[in-house]
T-cell receptor, first 110, second 112 residues
Framework: GQNIDQPTEMTATEGAIVQINCTYQ??????LFWYQQHAGEAPTFLSY????GLEEKGRFSSFLSRSKGYSYLLLKELQMKDSASYLC???????????FGTGTRLTVIP | DVKVTQSSRYLVKRTGEKVFLECVQD?????MFWYRQDPGLGLRLIYF???????EKGDIPEGYSVSREKKERFSLILESASTNQTSMYLC???????????FGSGTRLTVV
């Protein structure tokens, strides 16, 4: 089985940096996905981490520690359009499907 | 770009009706999935399929069935719609590995 823990809601100011944490417990682990979902829309792929460490993609970076069962998504230079839910999804070994956390709803304020 | 197309964006159905939600993907993916999403509960897997005519139950299959007659099409069927099936339904497909899932735009179903 899987257990995923993310904060339910976060608020941050435009132009700031925000870190969204995700802890997970899973039997077997390949990697971890992060998805972004704007209200009323489908989730879209942001990142996939397999190895420990930080991977940077423009304003968004994702970090993974396999031994700690921990990941975070780092958003820099926040923009209003970054207001969305961010879903953490561990990729379980041998599983044919992803299990998604309930997501963190981020609100960016002026 | 991979496209996953869901036939309807909004649907309103009556209690007891049989409802079909259609999903088509255009990238020859083997794996397809149906999720529902409800506030505070996140995405919950209903059914998935990893090949034509193959199906597997997810976490909440009760009240639903699926059909995968062709590789590109995965249908979700509500045999007798009930009000507790009012939800956002999301279809997804993947070729596996680190490519992640591509989601359709979702169908918001209301059962009255």
């Amino acid at each position: 089985g899987q257990n995923i823990d993310q904060p339910t809601e976060m608020t941050a100011t435009e132009g700031a940096i925000v870190q969204i944490n995700c802890t997970y417990q899973t039997s077997g682990f390949n990697g971890l996905f992060w998805y972004q979902q704007h209200a009323g829309e489908a989730p879209t792929f942001l990142s996939y981490n397999v190895l420990d460490g930080l991977e940077e993609k423009g304003r968004f970076s994702s970090f993974l520690s396999r031994s700690k069962g921990y990941s975070y998504l780092l958003l820099k230079e926040l923009q209003m359009k970054d207001s969305a839910s961010y879903l953490c999804a561990p990729d379980q070994t041998g599983a044919n499907n992803l299990f998604f956390g309930t997501g963190t709803r981020l609100t960016v304020i002026p | 770009d991979v496209k996953v197309t869901q036939s309807s964006r909004y649907l309103v159905k009556r209690t007891g009706e049989k409802v079909f939600l259609e999903c088509v993907q255009d990238m020859d993916h083997e794996n397809m999935f149906w999720y529902r999403q409800d506030p505070g509960l996140g995405l919950r897997l209903i059914y998935f399929s990893y090949d034509v005519k193959m199906k597997e139950k997810g976490d909440i299959p009760e009240g639903y069935s699926v059909s995968r007659e062709k590789k590109e099409r995965f249908s979700l069927i509500l045999e007798s719609a009930s009000t507790n099936q009012t939800s956002m339904y999301l279809c997804a497909s993947t070729q596996g590995g680190d490519y992640g899932y591509t989601f359709g735009s979702g169908t918001r179903l209301t059962v009255v």
